[in-house]
């Protein structure tokens, strides 16, 4: 079975065409290993076997009468707890939503539904997709499989935990801040955040709607761009979808890379990499190299102004979203209440966690009466020069590279006390979101205590394709993207 | 500028989340330590930056003015905390 639970979405698909496994023992054999590994690692908040069972024959009889037959039909995959999933629990990590059963289906989970892939359930993240480390979640913390005692990253924890266990041949994860490719980096799998506007919001529960974007969580480049081809794509449902010609964004995966210019950003390789992080990404840009890629340095100087902004307009966007939750027609409410104003604060104080409302606050106050030019605006000029900064560096190289998290997995409890400690682990991650752009990160190694370090690679705006032909050829030259933690074997 | 229990009290009714007198001092430090942290914005000079508001320039789509939602309101409603013929429960705000 470890032939399955390695292979690649391709492999899966044929084998399935081919009828060496239905898609029933295949959906088995993950709720197996769901059942036998998650109570060690957390990475699931809700399985529903009767259900996944279901689908998965609905999906076997699809493959038998070979009609309708996609690249996915028949594969399982699970889905991060922030995408509204018909008939299932859907709780965003927090107390207020655990009693959520959605009733309809974000636009992604109808898309990965419509292919005919198969739910094996949802994944724990960080409260409201707020967190880097998967210590804010109402459900406990997901632990990472490589070392139990460390982060899995966040805030799509689980979504990385999964995979990495092979508990699931892939995942669907949100990217605000750098929560698919930090937690993709920490648990040794490939993440991607396409640009903003090429996968609908609509459906998933929003924290930060300029900045919110969906993607895939797998465990190579070739498995992201399979699903990103199924995700992506117009929704008249989310008004900043965009209206683009469909891709095949398989289709450059075999492109040499000889002539390929990688820009790195200065900012990127000075004082805050670890240097066990450092090493990794170095010998990843010697692989390039002798890929016949080329690399020039770079400037972002106003990349170090990213983690500030951003906890300004987030918040900020998070407070609005987030007035929703008032205790009226649906989530939590408190049980004792004098009136409605008592009935909204005292809902939203149990039912909210620690991190969830210090962001609401600060959201809040920077978007308050008096504070508003000072912090709000400043913070969105800012976003501008951030932005401004790739437009220039892009016109000296294809793709930017540096190092996706500046650290491998810490313990937990490690930077839970100060937040902007932990603010700062998506210190890299932080300027694609705001500037819109699509990241993806690999893996390239292992640094200390034997835990995986992410190659970050950026790429031009719906440069998607591109930045999976890069990332894919480097896995067809090197293999620690197949690598998985033994513990979980 | 750092914030006081008034300014974390007015900061609360605001966000209508109740605090607590003991979680209103550590709010205040926690929120002084973020705002700290993003003061360094302002020494940046922006004069004549267009705020940037969203990663791509799009425009709001208009769609025609037709019924495309179906009636669902009793499977929404299944999921309020209090409901009673098809109306949504909340404390009496008028007397």
């Known amino acids: 079975m470890s032939d399955l639970i390695n292979s690649s979405l391709r492999q899966l698909a044929a084998a399935l065409v081919a009828k060496k496994i239905s898609a029933v023992e295949l959906a088995t054999l993950f709720l197996d290993r769901i059942e036998k590994f998650n109570p060690a690692l957390n990475a699931f908040i809700t399985t529903d076997r009767e259900k996944t069972l279901a689908q998965a024959r609905t999906a076997g009889e699809r493959l038998k009468a070979g009609a309708g037959v996609t690249a996915l039909s028949g594969i399982p995959l699970a889905h991060k707890d922030i995408f509204c999933t018909r008939g299932w629990r859907t709780s965003c990590g927090s107390k207020i939503l655990e009693n959520f059963v959605s009733p309809y289906d974000a636009h992604v989970v109808e898309k990965l539904a419509a292919a005919g892939m198969v739910t094996l359930g949802k994944l724990n993240m960080d409260e409201f997709a707020m967190g880097s480390s998967n210590e804010t979640s109402y459900f406990g913390p997901v632990k990472n499989p490589w070392d139990v005692s460390c982060v899995p990253g966040g805030s799509s924890g689980g979504s990385a935990a999964a995979v990495a266990a092979r508990l699931t041949p892939a995942a669907t994860g949100t990217d605000t801040g750098g929560s698919i490719r930090q937690p993709a980096a920490l648990c040794g799998l490939t993440g991607l955040k396409p640009t903003y506007g090429v996968v609908s919001r609509y459906g998933m529960i929003a924290f930060a709607s300029s900045l919110d974007q969906a993607g895939p969580m797998a465990k190579s480049a070739e498995d992201c761009a399979l699903l990103l081809n199924a995700i992506a794509g117009f929704d008249a449902r989310d008004s900043t979808s965009l209206e683009r010609a469909p891709e095949d964004y398989s289709r450059d995966l075999e492109k040499p890379l000889a002539g390929l210019k990688i820009g790195l950003p200065k900012e990127f390789f000075g004082e805050g990499m670890d240097a066990d992080v450092c090493a990794a990404v170095e010998a990843a840009l010697a692989e390039y190299r002798k890929l016949g890629a080329t690399t020039v340095e770079i400037g972002l100087p106003n990349s170090g102004l990213s983690v500030p902004a951003y906890y300004v307009i987030a918040p900020a966007e998070a407070s609005s979203n987030l007035s929703r939750f008032d205790g009226v027609r649906y989530g939590y409410r408190a049980p004792e209440y004098a009136d409605l104003a008592e009935m909204y604060s005292r809902s939203r104080a149990q039912g909210f966690g620690a991190e969830v409302k210090r962001r609401i606050l600060i959201g809040t106050y920077v978007l308050s009466h008096g504070y508003y030019d000072a912090y709000y605006l400043q913070a969105q000029k800012i976003r501008r020069l951030i932005a401004a900064d790739f437009v220039a560096a892009f016109k000296e190289c294809d793709v930017i590279m540096g190092p996706t998290s500046p650290s491998v997995a810490f313990a937990f409890g490690a930077k839970s006390a100060d937040p902007v400690q932990m603010y700062l682990s998506d210190i890299y991650t932080i300027s694609t979101n705001l500037a819109g752009l699509p990241g993806i990160s690999l893996p390239c190694g292992f640094g200390s205590n034997n835990m995986p370090v992410g190659l970050q690679i950026i790429g031009n705006w719906f440069g998607e394709a591109k930045m999976l032909n890069v990332a894919h050829q480097y896995q067809k030259a090197t293999d620690w993207h197949t690598q998985m933690p033994e513990k979980m074997k | ?95």
């Open chain 2, 1 to 95: 500028m750092s914030l006081n229990l008034e300014d974390v009290a007015r900061i609360a009714l605001l966000s209508r989340i109740e605090l607590s007198a003991a979680e209103r001092e550590t709010t205040r430090d926690q929120l002084n330590g973020i705002l700290g942290f993003i003061e360094q914005l302002q020494a940046i000079d922006t004069t004549g930056i267009e705020p940037m508001a969203h990663a791509v320039d799009v425009v709001q789509r208009l769609r025609p003015d037709v019924v495309t939602e179906t009636d669902r309101r009793a499977d929404f409603q299944v999921l309020a905390p209090e409901t009673e013929d098809g109306l949504y429960l909340v404390p009496k705000v008028l007397e």
